[in-house]
């Protein structure tokens, strides 16, 4: 970039946020310049096929299928990659810092497996990597965290990362309708992809606390280091039952400083039904950090989308464009801590709910209460809900004191093993408030 030259940009993919970016770099171009105080130039932008309609209007030269064309060209300062996926995009991106081009990204699943990588990589060429969209969509949380929060010592992160997911909650509990239901209607407003695998699975999510665990806790964390379980087992009446027992069921993405470690962990929680998180509905996100400065902080806002999307990859490119046009050293933002480790899943100390299908006979309680009590799983409450004379059985309800996982999860084998469950429903793990 020449000093009295704008700042180039070569996009990479003019999908749903793509198309976003380029709309706003075309089309504000004079409010973004002023803000930066030189224009904004999209030099470039690489698509897979140039013959697609779009809902932008990019004149038809930029566009290209030739990665080279950004990559090999120095007239590019600055590579917004939006094609999403792992590959090529890592390759790309690699090539980009390589090549010396400050990088704006909104990759989940590149920066959740790769990410501290990256960062190494722009650190030691002196460049600017920003991925403030690739969590919470229009949600600003990586700029906080790695900014405005710094000074604390984060102790806790609770997240609700997928919109999906919330969505098919907030109507399983609201609307009474079914897991099968809720997923087709997502699927029709666009909210779920035709394989939705990713999203019910926590796959996603998952992604996305990695990102935030690797800023907060300033750990190496990879997405395979975050426990996942997805919500493809819930049933309409788990949410019934929640609400009597004043919950609301929530797909949580959570991190914690547990004893000098880091627990993560993606699963369907129970959260009382009076905290900000069970009120998180429909296709929002919400994020809660706990810093031993800043105390209970939350961030709420619309998670995906094109605009909300377009808004966190403009100001990542916007405050990277303002640091080159006053010639500003790059800050390293993050050193991460090389003790810092996440700890296994089996060492988790929570309360749990469990709802089961017995045989309805006597007896049959104290089984199950003596495989709990040999563990050192104490029991807080037994609900019996519906009995099915048909069949002969009973659902029971149980709500545990704190336990260890590993403990809960060999008591519900030994149970399965009695002889006397028709069906292991439902564990589900409770967040206190
Ligand atoms: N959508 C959201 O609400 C949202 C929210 C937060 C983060 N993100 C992230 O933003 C990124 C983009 O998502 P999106 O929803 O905009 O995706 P998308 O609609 O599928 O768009 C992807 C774009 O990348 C291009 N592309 C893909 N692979 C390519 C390749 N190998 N070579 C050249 N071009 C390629 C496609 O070209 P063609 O158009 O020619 O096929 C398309 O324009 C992803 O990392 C996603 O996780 C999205």
Redesign the pocket.
Known sequence: MKADEGISVGL????????GVARTLLQKAGALARLVGRPLVLRRV?????H?P?TVEVPRALLT?N?EELLANDDVDVVV?????EH??LEYLQRALAAGKHVV??????LAKHGAVLLDQASAKGLHLRFE??VG?GIPIIGPLTRDLLGNEISSIRAIINGTTNYILTRMARDKVDYATALREAQGLGYAEADPTNDVEGIDAAYKLAILATLAFRTRVHATDVYREGITRLEAKDFRYAHELGYQIKLLAIGRQVNGAVQLRVHPAMVPLETSLAKVDGAYNAVEVEGDLAGKVMFHGL????L??TS?VVGDLLEIARLLAANAPVVQRLALDPDSHVCPMDDLVTQYYMRLNVADRSGVLAQIGRILGDLDISIASVIQKDADRRTGTAELVIMTHPGREAAVQEAWRQVARLGVTDRLNTLIRVEAA
């Open positions: 990479m993919g003019l999908g749903v946020v793509g198309s690489l698509v897979r096929d140039l697609k779009r299928t990665p990659e939006l094609m999403g996926g090529p995009a990204t909104a990759n989940k699943e590149v969209a690739s969509g998670g995906a989308g094109a909300p999307t966190a």
